[in-house]
């Protein structure tokens, strides 16, 4: 039992499932048995070698986000116990080794208990997506019942989630996609927004032309997001990157605040606060106010490049998962 099947990224471009020694637990870590691992556009990013910020140096194992059982604990780590089941956002970046293996050693910090009610597939779609949703809406903008919400990509993977929790929130949320997914949203929620009208008009259309309180930005339609906020506002985006006209922001006397959701893994600064987060996603998903919207396809440890195949030809219609048992 001193190995384990692991699909191991040894150049850019090139998986290989291989058997590698199977870590232990060191101060602080819990042993996990991998159930389940989602599929992330980082991940894709990574295996090419365009994700410079992300410092994944080779070889490494990819796979951000895990669900599975406690095998064993380190010293120290007293939160969990061997049988318990978590998931979290524990590896696959900075050097941290990833959930595409059977076994990963990761920092109890970054676990939260799985949704009772949700599946291990379930579960390992969740952690990436809905931390990024809930630092945008809750640790920068604070937001509060009432509030109009503009969701941009409301039906992605950020965007799904961050329409559920500015729903249980109590704000009245609008989210952009388009008109093919218009049914969805409306269950989440939201009222659904066509994409194709153009921002101008959906400004006009939806806000009586005054803006909405907050603009959550999740696809990198920034210079969008700024004209849609409205006076003293706040945008959002977790891909604010590139050069930007601020004016129709600074107009406006509205705010904007980034989401880097890396960080905490890149650096180890602020690692129980993405726990933390996790357990109010456990506890939004136990109370019936959270779900995954996930593909129906199956894949297993030795199908990974099918799965990555399916995202990059954005055929998926959800978040891809991996399931290892």
Same mark, same amino acid.
């Given at each position: 039992?001193?190995?384990?099947?692991?699909?191991?990224?040894?150049?850019?471009?090139?998986?290989?499932?291989?058997?590698?020694?199977?870590?232990?637990?060191?101060?602080?870590?819990?042993?996990?048995?991998?159930?389940?691992?989602?599929?992330?556009?980082?991940?894709?990013?990574?295996?090419?070698?365009?994700?410079?910020?992300?410092?994944?140096?080779?070889?490494?194992?990819?796979?951000?986000?895990?669900?599975?059982?406690?095998?064993?604990?380190?010293?120290?780590?007293?939160?969990?116990?061997?049988?318990?089941?978590?998931?979290?956002?524990?590896?696959?970046? =900075? =050097?941290?080794?990833?959930?595409?293996?059977?076994?990963?050693?990761?920092?109890?910090?970054?676990?939260?208990?799985?949704?009772?009610?949700?599946?291990?597939?379930?579960?390992?779609?969740?952690?990436?997506?809905?931390?990024?949703?809930?630092?945008?809406?809750?640790?920068?903008?604070?937001?509060?019942?009432?509030?109009?919400?503009?969701?941009?990509?409301?039906?992605?993977?950020?965007?799904?989630?961050?329409?559920?929790?500015?729903?249980?929130?109590?704000?009245?949320?609008?989210?952009?996609?388009?008109?093919?997914?218009?049914?969805?949203?409306? =269950?989440?929620?939201?009222?659904?927004?066509?994409?194709?009208?153009?921002?101008?008009?959906?400004?006009?259309?939806?806000?009586?032309?005054?803006?909405?309180?907050?603009?959550?930005?999740?696809?990198?339609?920034?210079?969008?997001?700024?004209?849609?906020?409205?006076?003293?506002?706040?945008?959002?985006?977790?891909?604010?990157? =590139?050069?930007?006209?601020?004016?129709?922001?600074?107009?406006?006397?509205?705010?904007?605040?980034?989401?880097?959701?890396?960080?905490?893994?890149?650096?180890?600064?602020?690692?129980?606060?993405?726990?933390?987060?996790?357990?109010?996603?456990?506890?939004?998903?136990?109370?019936?106010?959270?779900?995954?919207?996930?593909?129906?396809?199956?894949?297993?440890?030795?199908?990974?490049?099918?799965?990555?195949?399916?995202?990059?030809?954005?055929?998926?219609?959800?978040?891809?998962?991996?399931?290892?048992?």
């Amino acid at each position: 039992m001193s190995r384990m099947k692991a699909v191991v990224l040894e150049t850019h471009g090139s998986l290989r499932l291989t058997e590698i020694g199977r870590p232990v637990p060191q101060a602080g870590e819990v042993l996990v048995r991998v159930k389940a691992s989602g599929v992330n556009p980082l991940d894709l990013k990574i295996k090419a070698g365009e994700a410079a910020h992300a410092r994944h140096p080779l070889p490494a194992i990819l796979g951000i986000d895990l669900a599975g059982v406690v095998e064993a604990v380190g010293p120290g780590a007293t939160a969990f116990k061997p049988g318990d089941e978590v998931y979290g956002m524990t590896g696959g970046v =900075g =050097g941290v080794p990833g959930a595409l293996a059977e076994f990963a050693a990761v920092d109890a910090r970054l676990l939260a208990p799985k949704p009772a009610n949700l599946s291990m597939r379930e579960a390992a779609a969740l952690p990436l997506a809905f931390i990024t949703a809930w630092e945008g809406l809750v640790d920068r903008v604070k937001l509060q019942s009432g509030k109009t919400v503009l969701v941009i990509g409301g039906a992605g993977g950020v965007g799904h989630m961050a329409v559920q929790i500015a729903v249980a929130r109590g704000a009245k949320v609008f989210a952009t996609d388009s008109a093919a997914k218009a049914a969805y949203l409306r =269950g989440l929620g939201a009222m659904p927004v066509d994409r194709a009208l153009g921002i101008d008009a959906i400004v006009a259309e939806h806000s009586d032309g005054k803006g909405f309180d907050v603009v959550y930005d999740t696809i990198g339609r920034l210079d969008d997001a700024f004209k849609a906020v409205a006076r003293f506002g706040h945008v959002v985006s977790s891909l604010g990157w =590139g050069t930007h006209a601020l004016a129709p922001l600074s107009f406006k006397a509205a705010t904007y605040s980034g989401v880097f959701t890396l960080l905490p893994l890149l650096t180890g600064e602020g690692r129980e606060h993405h726990g933390a987060i996790l357990r109010e996603a456990t506890r939004l998903a136990e109370a019936g106010a959270l779900l995954p919207r996930l593909d129906a396809h199956t894949f297993s440890l030795d199908q990974v490049e099918a799965a990555h195949r399916l995202l990059a030809e954005r055929k998926a219609e959800g978040k891809v998962v991996v399931t290892l048992g």
